[in-house]
């Protein structure tokens, strides 16, 4: 049988592969609630189910192995799972598919949109993700200090109310890690909270089968 797309793109990411078949039943199951509802829902841009799991599922994935790296740290440290905050998670996007990839650390999906934290809601019972929960409720209404990790992302820019209510949901020592295109548009973008944000990195993602899509994974820590 041919390698599904999905399949060949976890093996480009560098899924054992032992581990990528059953990943791949559960972002399969996934990429078809996606399919079945984003029209209803508005979840995700996407034209077909290839887009679907090359610009969202594994662009999503690009980033799982710096995640991971800090999540294994918090835990080496503090003694248990971390737990990453997806903000803003939409159709949970880039949280479901780091969960399931990430089985080891705790996940939790904040969403304002009572019918898309339903959507969630099933995509975690129909994946059998423990580690998963989902907070329908604003950014801005979080309880202080949640996260060992946010991730986010979008296609707007950072603007200084919204880099303030996410590092206001990160713990101190945190990072927030936010997906993003053009570096040159990056360090634009950043200049403008420059303020708030003097210091942060920029780690280049390659996602299988987008070579000529610039992404890379803006690093902010939230100081101790």
């Known amino acids: 049988m041919p390698q599904t797309i999905l399949a ?13 078949a059953a990943l791949e039943r559960k972002l399969d199951a996934y990429v078809r609630e996606l399919e079945m509802f984003n029209a209803a829902y508005d979840l995700c841009g996407a034209d077909t189910r290839d ?15 710096r995640v991971k790296k800090f999540a294994d740290a918090v835990q080496a440290e503090a003694g248990r799972s971390a737990l990453i905050a997806d903000v803003g998670s939409g159709g ?19 969403e304002r949109m009572s019918k898309r934290c339903a959507f969630l809601e099933n995509c975690i019972a129909i ?3 423990t580690n998963v929960s989902v907070e329908n409720t604003e950014a801005e209404r979080v309880f202080p200090e ?6 986010f992302r979008a296609f707007r820019p950072l603007d200084k109310k919204m880099i303030r209510t996410l ?3 990160v713990k101190p020592g945190g990072i927030l890690a936010a997906y993003k295109a053009k570096r040159e548009n990056i360090t634009a ?36």
């Open 8 to 20: 060949q793109g976890l093996a480009e990411l560098g899924f054992e592969p032992e581990a990528t």
């Open 51 to 65: 887009d679907i799991v090359v610009k969202h599922v594994l662009d999503s994935l690009s980033a799982a192995n």
């Open 92 to 110: 949970g996007l880039p949280g479901i598919p780091l969960a399931a990839a990430l089985s080891g650390h705790r996940f939790v999906l904040i």
């Open 127 to 129: 994946l059998g993700l």
């Open 146 to 151: 949640t996260a060992d990790i946010a991730v």
């Open 167 to 169: 590092l206001r949901i």
């Open 189 to 224: 973008e950043m200049a403008g909270i420059a303020d708030i944000v003097p210091e942060y990195g920029v780690e280049p993602l390659a996602v299988p089968f987008m070579p000529q899509h610039e992404r890379n994974l803006v690093i902010i820590g939230k100081r101790p």
